[in-house]
């Protein structure tokens, strides 16, 4: 999966005023940082009172968080 690996292509098209490439370029960095975010997420919910020093959030029946 991609990481940071997209700021220096970022930094060049800013600079290069390639804009339609920069904005399709963080698309994909926002998409992927979203992906990653969920995952480690919802390994903390999975971890419940094993996860150090967090309480995450109840899941709901439909696995939503929060609202169980």
Known sequence: ??????????????????????????????????LI?????EALLDAGKDAPGLRPSRRSDDGAPGAG
């Open 1 to 34: 999966m991609p990481g940071a690996g997209y700021c220096p292509p970022i930094r060049e098209a800013v600079i290069g005023g390639d804009a339609a490439r920069a904005e399709q370029l963080m698309r994909e960095h926002v998409y992927y940082a979203g």
């Open 37 to 41: 975010l969920r995952r480690n997420y």
